[in-house]
């Protein structure tokens, strides 16, 4: 007769036939790792080890692994995304209300703002005056009246700069000079050392 014993058990079921515990094995009452004694062994060993039970051990599959709904999960994937998109939209809110205030200040002053005005005594005292205007469709720039390569400018700026001391420059120029013209005198003003410029406006009737 058989023997059976959970692992390590130190009770057994005992006067069992092998059809009884390969049965009680197929039923789920014994595992794999339970140990038998057969009529024949002189000790305990695995079913799954046993020569007459392992081919049906081995046919055994073992019982998926049971799931249980946890009810207290809190999804926080929904819960992001919403913060998030009250962040972004609090973000937004905040910086439009402060551009809106910022344009709709107040001046410091009552006064209506306007161009600067600079007098002619201004000029001779702290200004290098360069002009640029369109001649034959090409522009002409002039240093204190005085024709230059556009290529020499701000050599001749920092020349101006260095015999006179004057740091400031006042700027005139055509309507239709290309920017690229004004950009090149703004540019050589300031590699020249020239604190500040001063732009007069060009007259749009004036080509």
Request: aromatic share 6%; proline share 7%; charged share 25%.
């Amino acid at each position: 007769m058989w023997k059976i014993r959970h692992q390590g058990s130190p009770s057994a079921l005992s006067d069992l036939t092998l059809a009884q515990v390969a049965e009680g094995l197929a039923d789920g009452r014994w595992e794999p790792t339970d140990e038998v004694m057969g009529p024949a062994d002189k000790e305990w060993v695995p079913i799954e080890s046993h020569p007459q039970l392992e081919e049906i051990a081995a046919q055994l599959e073992p019982p998926p692994p049971r799931h249980y709904d946890d009810e207290t999960r809190l999804d926080m994937n929904a819960l992001i995304d919403v913060c998030l998109v009250l962040l972004i939209f609090f973000i937004l809110t905040t910086s439009y209300a402060v551009l809106q205030k910022r344009m709709e200040a107040p001046g410091v002053s009552g006064d209506k703002a306007g161009p600067a005005v600079i007098t002619t005594e201004k000029v001779a005292q702290q200004m290098i005056r360069v002009t640029v205007r369109m001649e034959n469709g090409n522009p002409v720039y002039k240093v204190e009246d005085q024709v230059v390569d556009p290529n020499n400018l701000q050599a001749e700026l920092r020349r101006f700069v260095r015999a006179t001391s004057k740091t400031q420059l006042l700027f005139e120029h055509d309507y239709d000079v290309p920017h690229g013209a004004v950009v090149a005198v703004q540019d050589a003003a300031k590699l020249a050392g020239m604190e500040k410029v001063s732009l007069v406006l060009p007259d749009k009737g004036k080509k």
